[in-house]
């Protein structure tokens, strides 16, 4: 084989394993939570998302940015946050569920500290 071939094989292969090994790391380490298990409000808030609305708190909606980068990386605007109504807060509350464009849907009850992926 010539010498040019077997350098052009093994660059492919391991371009190939290496860009299949981040695909499978990807979101990797984010917990899951079936929509059934979350509390009341979050699946009132999942309703309201998927639906449309109306949302209750001005800031809903807005680009979550995944600063810290804990969930699996996209461009940015694909993910949007909405607050989950805390009991016995008269604030925002630390709960939140970010939605991506492809309808997957993320949970945090700790201001974004972690996170869960909802399970339909």
Known sequence: MP??????????????????FSLSQQGSGVEQIRASELPREAQQTLLLIKTGGP????RDGIVFGN???????????????????????????PRR?????????YYTDDHYQSFKRILE
């Open 97 to 105: 569920i970010i939605a991506g464009e492809r309808r997957d849907y």
């Open 67 to 93: 600063y810290e980068k804990r969930l699996p990386r996209q461009p940015r605007g694909y993910y949007t946050e909405y607050t989950v109504k805390t009991p016995g807060r008269r604030d925002r509350g």
């Open 55 to 58: 949302f209750p708190y001005a």
């Open 3 to 20: 010498y040019w071939l077997r350098f052009l094989l093994v660059a492919w292969l391991t371009t190939g394993s290496v860009f299949a």
